[in-house]
């Protein structure tokens, strides 16, 4: 009987331990990366139907985010490099200076459906940018807001201005 109860206390701290370890492998990309939530009624509508239709789900978001799509490079104003040579489907400006090239108009950018924004300083964030009024960006369901030092989701709010149906999601990170 004893040792019919250390077998199972065993098990149990087993399973248990497997639990703690793998059970949040799921939630580990999502650590340090946070969305935007809006506060007026007419996105909190919209959020709710978005969410209704993606099930919160955050799988697309992170594919397009980490994997290989045609990208466009802009750095200091200017277009760096491409990956793959079609329209991109990714537009990422490593630094705020870039998005300048986002008030031109761009036919090639009709298809984009994420923009990632790399913001190095606190002073970055005083270029804020509009996407509600850019018409060559009618796919864009993403943007992604990657600041090398300290910020919280009220800067980014104040930072970047987007329609209700696009979803901005934002890291704070100190580069070592």
Request: glycine share 2%.
């Amino acid at each position: 009987m004893k040792n019919n109860l250390n077998v199972n206390l065993c098990i149990f701290l087993f399973v248990s331990c497997i639990s703690i370890f793998f059970g949040n492998q799921s939630f580990a990309q999502e650590k340090g990366i946070y969305e935007v939530s809006n506060n007026s009624t007419l996105n909190k509508v919209n959020n709710q139907k978005n969410q209704q239709s993606t099930s919160n789900n955050r799988d697309n978001f992170y594919d397009l985010a980490f994997k290989m799509y045609p990208t466009h490079y802009f750095e200091k104003g200017t277009l760096k490099s491409v990956y793959k040579s079609s329209d991109p489907v990714k537009l990422t400006f490593e630094d705020s200076e870039s998005l300048k090239s986002l008030k031109k108009s761009n036919s090639k950018n009709n298809q984009v459906e994420l923009i990632t924004i790399i913001l190095n300083s606190s002073n970055d964030l005083s270029n804020s940018i509009d996407l509600t009024s850019n018409t060559d960006l009618n796919k864009l369901k993403y943007v992604f807001v990657k600041c090398n030092f300290n910020c919280s989701e009220n800067q980014i709010q104040k930072f970047i201005k987007t329609n209700a149906e696009i979803r901005i999601f934002y890291s704070s990170q100190n580069p070592s």
